[in-house]
């Protein structure tokens, strides 16, 4: 799997400017985008699955030490809470490691983030909890994940991914 970071998380990280392609990912939610987000002094980092656009909030203290742990910490706490199977869980979790690192390139997956950003701002006058404002990203309905007829919901796209056996 691959962190696809944006350039404020690369500068963040200490990251050389020449980075690798991303790899091929073994998750069923492919690589994970990571970008970092202020509203006023509050700092936080979006992390986005590039197939289903499920999207974690993390602290972004001590990102540098923290940014696979936190990743992986938050990603099961919303599968968990999404009621997902708990070995789908582990297999997923497991197959999010080791983590290399390359420079954000699907312009897909970075528009939806910008929107989230954007949604995230307006939720954080009534939520605080990481875990909540997962949940409420998860079930906004998002056109980059859906067909010309319909948009798709993260939540559901991603519960397709994990539980599916074609993957």
């Not at 980075?19 to 202020?38: D, F, I, K």
């Not at 197939?51 to 540098?64: E, G, H, W």
């Not at 909890?129 to 919901?153: H, N, Q």
Request: charged share 20%.
């Amino acid at each position: 799997m691959t962190l696809c970071c944006s350039h404020k998380i690369r500068q963040r990280l200490g990251l050389s400017v020449r980075l690798p392609a991303p790899a091929e990912p073994s998750t069923r939610l492919g690589n994970w985008y990571v970008h970092l987000v202020q509203f006023g002094h509050l700092q936080l980092v979006l992390a986005t699955s590039e197939r289903s656009l499920l999207t974690v909030i993390l602290p972004a203290r001590r990102l540098r030490e923290t940014i696979e742990e936190e990743l992986q910490a938050a990603v099961a706490r919303l599968l968990w809470a999404l009621g997902i199977p708990p070995e789908t869980v582990k297999r997923e979790l497991a197959a999010m490691r080791p983590a290399g690192f390359s420079a954000a390139a699907n312009r897909r997956v970075i528009g939806s983030m910008n929107e989230f950003a954007f949604l995230l701002g307006a939720e954080l006058e009534e939520i605080t909890d990481p875990l909540a404002l997962s949940l409420r990203l998860s079930d906004t309905p998002m056109s980059a994940v859906g067909s010309k007829s319909r948009y798709g919901i993260p939540l559901e796209v991603a519960r397709e991914l994990l539980t599916s056996r074609a993957n």
